[in-house]
């Protein structure tokens, strides 16, 4: 049996700041903290120097990352649109309290924020946000593209439908409320947002992403 890394967590935003060397630690500081702001590392120093520096140079940023890809591959794919937004969602077990979010895919500018949800799992979050980000736009009359490395959500918007698996029940009450306007708002409104599949062997994580992996 392969032994996993341990992972020591940042918590900037929560019932208790610092660094924490689980994740159930971790998630009990975040626990119910609307906006709780928190990251992995890979050693217990990395997380202490990111504890005594801005959050926003960490959260939603990677690693230096490189392609596995050859550059044959990678001339196919281009380069990411930064004309867009990107969007993501994190869930703490499947399923489990969940949130997603939506970025600047240029500067990773956080643009919109919602949860953290009960009893919810990523898919839901990532249909969630790739809808929110539409009635955005559109409210904008930006003509920025999506990205999401969902094929399942992105399979969900193009159908109007949401074929979760997940049982309604009242912890997840409200999270569904949400799931029933998205459906709504997608039956009942048009858009020409363009909505593209995140290359993620090409680029690495899209920049909407959590960074609890």
């Given at each position: 049996m392969i032994k996993k890394k341990k992972k020591f967590y940042t918590v900037w935003k929560g019932h208790k700041t610092g660094v924490f060397e689980s994740w159930d630690d971790c998630k009990a500081q975040i626990k119910d903290y609307?906006?709780?702001?928190?990251?992995?590392?890979?050693?217990?120093?990395?997380?202490k120097k990111a504890l005594g520096e801005d959050y926003k140079n960490y959260v939603g940023k990677t690693a230096a990352f490189k392609s596995e890809l050859s550059e044959a591959e990678l001339n196919l794919i281009g380069k990411p649109n930064y004309h867009s937004i990107s969007v993501d969602a994190a869930s703490s077990g499947n399923p489990g309290k969940m949130e997603y979010r939506g970025v600047d895919t240029k500067t990773k500018k956080q643009l919109f924020y919602q949860g953290p949800f009960e009893e919810g799992t990523n898919n839901l979050g990532e249909f969630l946000a790739i809808v929110h980000a539409l009635a955005l736009l559109k409210k904008n009359k930006s003509d920025r593209l999506i990205y999401t490395d969902s094929k399942t959500a992105m399979s969900w918007v193009k159908k109007k439908a949401c074929n979760t698996k997940l049982e309604r029940n009242k912890a997840n009450e409200f999270l569904f409320e949400l799931v029933d306007r998205a459906i709504h708002w997608l039956k009942h409104n048009t858009y020409t947002t363009k909505i593209v599949k995140w290359e993620t062997k090409a680029w690495g994580e899209i920049p909407a992403d959590f960074g609890r992996k």
């Open positions: 609307r906006g709780a702001i928190y990251k992995a590392f890979e050693s217990f120093d990395a997380a």
